[in-house]
């Protein structure tokens, strides 16, 4: 059987990045939806994983292509069909599964140092070693979670990761590449000058360095994310 991967993009600029070769190396055949435009499937059963991406929307506007976005949520969710959102996907997941989402007080954009949880640990974020991880940020909007969902890494102001079943959200943007960074600059460059941000407090001296780190991160959670995929498909076919 194909292993497919539903990939929902919301806006053209925010992709896979790293997460595409990782997938592909893997034999997944990824399955691209550009929400604007394509329609959203209904049935999560088709697809091995889903995963949703960001974008500059919220999650509690009224936006259709994001309401089919969280009923394909709660369909993946029942039919333990596993989900990685990001960024705004972490949000859907937060509000599909009864969360709030709502603006936050300070925005996060750049560099930030995230802790993970000791669940985290023994999760999604198995394999790293230190009780903090330095993770790219580009959000202002953030979430109250239900009493099931779990913590599995936060910043000083938001919870940054959890779980919910077969789903996972995660406020930071563990995909992105120095391309992608350097083209948000530029497409989000309005949104930098009202928050007083300038590209060199973005691209600072260690950005190597961090790029690296965020890489190796990238496999790891991918990792544990391609053995959850693996974990609940014998499951299913047993």
Known sequence: MIKKILSIQNISIETLGTLERLFHLDGFRIEKVDAQYDPIPINANQYSAIVILGGPMAAYDNIRYLTKEQELIR???????????????????????GGRVYKGPKK???WY?????PHGHRNLFKGITGKTLRVFQWHGDTYDL??????????TLYPQAFRFGSAIGIQFHIEVDAEMI??????YSGEMNKEHIKPEDILSTNKTNDITELHNACKVVYSNFSNMVDNFKRKKDS
Do not use: D, F
């Open 75 to 97: 369909n993946a969710v029942r039919n333990k069909v596993p989900v990685l959102g990001i960024c705004l996907g972490s949000q859907l997941i937060a509000q599909a599964i």
């Open 108 to 110: 996060e954009i750049g």
């Open 113 to 117: 140092n995230v802790n993970v949880s």
């Open 146 to 155: 239900p009493p099931r969902a779990i913590i599995m890494a936060s910043s």
């Open 182 to 187: 350097e083209r948000w600059l530029e497409e």
